[in-house]
T-cell receptor, first 112, second 115 residues
Framework: QQQVKQSPQSLIVQKGGISIINCAYENTAFDYFPWYQQFPGKGPALLIAIRPDVSEKKEGRFTISFNKSAKQFSLHIMDSQPGDSATYFCAANKAAGNKLTFGGGTRVLVKP | EPEVTQTPSHQVTQMGQEVILRCVPISNHLYFYWYRQILGQKVEFLVSFYNNEISEKSEIFDDQFSVERPDGSNFTLKIRSTKLEDSAMYFC?????????????FGPGTRLTVL
């Protein structure tokens, strides 16, 4: 019940295209859903996060869509750039301060 | 911008040896975490620490593991007798007080290689 499932495992997109990564969770007690970006050899860095009381959050080229009834959320990267090439992890936790449960990760490659 | 730092960046050890991984969390943060990432796999929670005690630990965090905040700034993870399967990237993370954003900020990691 603690799992977060992420798809696809990898994604290739042309520069300027849209990258879409999907996650599904099981535990309805989760109340915070961050996305992390990780470059090789680096730690995960927070990209954008959402709470279940809103259905969408946009920050620059990055948008999270959240569907509470389906227990799904997704990351959209608009106008993808080569510098966006990284591994993206969705995550979830319940209650402030609690452990993060991560999805399996999506390796995104943006071709110039 | 304040950041979480970790040392060493890479640690090589022999099976059965003890290792201590060190972290300096962001200075005004109160919640501390260790996660690990086996090569090519997802990030897994190990332990959380608040108010000088463990608040939660995973099944991975067995008796071979311990954490300590020895001096009010450092946060350490000790593995008492390393096994081959402990080879992974270990990330420290920290978070501010309740009422502040829930974001956990991650350090750059320590790559542990057990031979």
């Amino acid at each position: 019940q603690q799992q977060v499932k992420q798809s696809p495992q990898s994604l290739i997109v042309q520069k300027g295209g849209i990258s879409i990564i999907n996650c599904a969770y099981e535990n309805t007690a989760f109340d915070y859903f961050p996305w992390y970006q990780q470059f090789p050899g680096k730690g995960p860095a927070l990209l954008i996060a959402i709470r279940p009381d809103v259905s969408e959050k946009k920050e620059g080229r990055f948008t999270i869509s959240f569907n509470k009834s389906a227990k799904q959320f997704s990351l959209h990267i608009m106008d993808s750039q080569p510098g966006d090439s990284a591994t993206y992890f969705c995550a979830a936790n319940k209650a402030a301060g609690n452990k993060l449960t991560f999805g399996g990760g999506t390796r995104v490659l943006v071709k110039p | 911008e304040p950041e979480v730092t970790q040392t060493p960046s890479h640690q090589v050890t022999q099976m059965g040896q003890e290792v201590i991984l060190r972290c300096v969390p962001i200075s005004n943060h109160l919640y501390f975490y260790w996660y690990r990432q086996i090569l090519g796999q997802k990030v897994e929670f190990l332990v959380s620490f608040y108010n000088n005690e463990i608040s939660e630990k995973s099944e991975i965090f067995d008796d071979q593991f311990s954490v300590e905040r020895p001096d009010g700034s450092n946060f350490t993870l000790k593995i008492r007798s390393t096994k081959l399967e402990d080879s992974a990237m270990y990330f420290c993370a920290s978070r501010g007080a309740i009422g502040v954003a829930d974001t956990q900020y991650f350090g750059p990691g320590t790559r542990l290689t057990v031979l």
